[in-house]
């Protein structure tokens, strides 16, 4: 299981729409509108970083309002025995 945050800015106005479109996609599991220097962050989960930027692409970069993303993948860094 791979994880993604994306740091998204959008046009003035648009932050509810873009976030409730967020919500409505599968492979998103939060989404939150912040203040700072992004406008939202999204939390993705999917069965591999592929799948993750294929979502990033093709379902979150053309919702109408997005002007920019920036995707961090998480990492895992739990101790192995």
């Given at each position: 299981?791979?994880?993604?945050?994306?740091l998204i800015d959008v046009d003035p106005g648009t932050?509810?729409?873009?976030h409730?479109?967020?919500l409505a996609l599968s492979?998103?599991?939060d989404a939150?509108?912040?203040?700072?220097d992004h406008d939202l962050i999204a939390k993705l989960?999917?069965?591999?970083?592929?799948?993750?930027?294929k979502a990033v692409v093709n379902e979150i970069r053309i919702i109408k309002g997005v002007?920019?993303?920036?995707?961090?993948?998480g990492?895992?860094?739990?101790?192995?025995a």
């Open positions: 299981m791979a994880i993604g945050y994306v932050e509810r729409r873009v409730q479109a967020l492979c998103v599991t939150t509108v912040l203040f700072g989960e999917g069965e591999d970083l592929g799948f993750i930027a002007r920019n993303t920036k995707t961090l993948a990492a895992d860094v739990e101790e192995q």
